[in-house]
């Protein structure tokens, strides 16, 4: 049987997780977390604009599947005012910041924002996501989306 969000959920085979229950909580920087998968198909992985990417920036964006199902905070709930961010559009609104790519995945060093943004860049340049706000102006977190882009992304 298939496993994907729209079918009943399967428990996590015993090498996909520290538990094979969904519901596992387990500790990750003195908090307590539930588990999240974050699909990627074939067809992304084997398409040019993945294949382009480094292996950092690939990895950044697996990370950044994870916020799919998986983010405490996101747009949505942090401004409920804005109705872009209410409306059921299809669209997915995550944040990616340099705290949770440092601290909590390890993928960078706490001294080094550059790599991080340069990597968001190729990412946004690739077709895999789109800034939706910059948060440097307003000196908020940036809000991001995915998209499709990367299917006709050319070298």
Known sequence: MSRNHKSKQQPYMPFESLSNNREHKYMSNGKQCTDTTANICYSMLISPAFKDLTA????????????????????????????????????????????????????????????????????IEHGFIEQVSNGKINQKRSIYTYCDKWKEWKE
């Open 56 to 123: 950092r920036q690939r990895i950044l964006y697996v990370y950044a599947k994870t916020q799919y199902f998986g983010a405490k905070s996101r747009p949505k709930s942090d401004f409920p005012d804005i109705e872009e961010y209410k409306r059921d559009n299809g669209r997915k609104y995550f944040y990616l910041n340099h705290f949770l790519m440092s601290d909590v995945f390890g993928l960078y060093p706490k001294s080094n924002t550059r790599d991080l943004y340069a990597d968001i860049k190729a990412l």
